[in-house]
T-cell receptor, first 110, second 113 residues
């Protein structure tokens, strides 16, 4: 079964608003990563949060991790039209591969 | 180049033909991953290489799929006797650490007619 599940599946907001996406997972993890994908092609790594971290910032991105609830959230502040993309969480479960969720499709309307 | 390179970027093939997809990872990256993504879906794990060996082949969907990596660098994913359900974008990623992050190529869009 899928390790990571993003929520919501799709999100539409106005430019300047904040966007929040959530990710839930099932097993113990070493770290959790967020990726962005434009136009169904390659994914770009955004941010990595380790299991012993609770919050991490990178520019307009803020990621939180709650290992007791097995969940993470990605907050994009002051969104721009260029943020329109699909966002995926991926978990490293101490195994030998990274398991990706189905993604959240974010649309930022100008 | 600085990034992961995949070729071809697009491939259209007839059902029953064999195809070979190539991935050239970032120089020095020992870990290499293949994923498959169907339209509007998430990423399906196929196979992972550490150096030239593939400790995890659990994601390969059938025995028509195989992959190899030589010299700890270039990898090829081969699909024999292609079927229409093989149509998808095949993504390759590499990493310098087993804990990530992953660096992705732009993928090969495979269409089986």
């Amino acid at each position: 079964s899928q390790q990571g599940e993003e929520d919501p599946q799709a999100l539409s907001i106005q430019e300047g608003e904040n966007a929040t996406m959530n990710c839930s997972y099932k097993t113990s993890i070493n770290n959790l990563q967020w990726y962005r994908q434009n136009s169904g092609r390659g994914l770009v790594h955004l941010i990595l949060i380790r299991s012993n971290e609770r919050e991490k910032h990178s520019g307009r991105l803020r990621v939180t991790l709650d290992t007791s609830k097995k969940s993470s959230s990605l907050l994009i502040t002051a969104s721009r039209a260029a943020d329109t993309a699909s966002y995926f969480c991926a978990t490293d479960d101490y195994g030998q591969n990274f398991v990706f969720g189905p993604g959240t499709r974010l649309s930022v309307l100008p | 180049g600085a990034g992961v390179s995949q070729s071809p970027s697009n491939k259209v093939t007839e059902k029953g033909k064999d195809v070979e997809l190539r991935c050239d990872p970032i120089s020095g990256h020992t870990a290499l991953y293949w994923y498959r993504q169907s339209l509007g879906q998430g990423l399906e794990f196929l196979i992972y290489f550490q150096g030239n060996s593939a400790p995890d082949k659990s994601g390969l969907p059938s025995d028509r799929f195989s992959a190899e990596r030589t010299g700890g660098s270039v990898s090829t994913l081969t699909i024999q006797r292609t079927q229409q359900e093989d149509s998808a974008v095949y993504l390759c990623a590499s990493s310098s650490l087993s804990t990530g992050p992953l660096h992705f190529g732009n993928g090969t869009r495979l269409t089986v007619t």
